[in-house]
């Protein structure tokens, strides 16, 4: 039963274009996610993440978005640069003292230059 | 500041043998997770170690275990091996438990034949 879900396997943008990378979860007691990027022979990197009780965290030209009535969670790369090529995973976290985090399939985004 | 280090990188096992593979937190961090990542199964979690305690499990039978010594090293075995192990493993250190960001290791990557 996966719990947070990236249905899109892959993505491809022409550079200077926006990327939007989406995520949608099923237990609505999640209360935090995160965005982690990951480039191939490396580990996942922490890109941004949202508390549950904001809809919309921004850092640079990532922003997150979180849509919590319809379990759904975005993230928006504008302008999108080749540099942004990779596998980006989304993941949640499960309250009540346990902190594992749960993460979906991986979306692999292609920017071409 | 180094890194979170794994290793070996690169493992070749045979079936009905263990495992172990080592993972050594940022300097400082006192929490460990590990993730199994498959293709098309994205990362599930391991489990978590804080302070030498196991703090949380994944869904993974008996056969998967690990420790945490006193210096926050952490250790995973993998025991009877079976083809369905076969994947990159993934150790992540933060701070403290719970700790919003986790930094990932480059994974250990694991041939079961």
């Known amino acids: 039963d996966q719990q947070v879900k990236q249905n899109s396997p892959s993505l491809s943008v022409q550079e200077g274009r926006i990327s939007i990378l989406n995520c949608d979860y099923t237990n609505s007691m999640f209360d935090y996610f995160l965005w982690y990027k990951k480039y191939p022979a490396e580990g996942p990197t922490f890109l941004i993440s949202i508390s549950s009780i904001k809809d919309k965290n921004e850092d640079g030209r990532f922003t997150v978005f979180l849509n919590k009535s319809a379990k759904h969670l975005s993230l928006h790369i504008v302008p999108s640069q080749p540099g942004d090529s990779a596998v980006y995973f989304c993941?949640?976290?499960?309250?009540?003292?346990?902190?594992?985090?749960?993460f979906g399939t991986g979306t692999r985004l292609k920017v071409l230059a | 500041k180094a890194g979170v280090t794994q290793t070996p990188r690169y493992l070749i096992k045979t079936r009905g043998q263990q495992v172990t593979l080592s993972c050594s937190p940022i300097s400082g961090h006192r929490s460990v997770s590990w993730y199994q990542q498959t293709p098309g199964q994205g990362l599930q979690f391991l489990f978590e170690?804080?302070?030498?305690?196991?703090?949380n499990k994944g869904n993974f039978p008996g056969r998967f275990s690990g420790r945490q010594f006193s210096n926050s090293r952490s250790e995973m075995n993998v025991s009877t091996l079976e083809l369905g192990d076969s994947a990159l493993y993934l150790c992540?250190?933060?701070?403290?438990?719970?700790?919003?960001?986790?930094?990932f290791g480059p994974g250990t990557r694991l041939t079961v034949t």
């Open positions: 993941a949640a976290s499960v309250p009540s003292g346990t902190y594992k985090y749960i």
């Open positions: 170690y804080f302070s030498e305690t196991q703090r």
């Open positions: 992540a250190s933060s701070l403290n438990a719970g700790t919003d960001e986790q930094y």
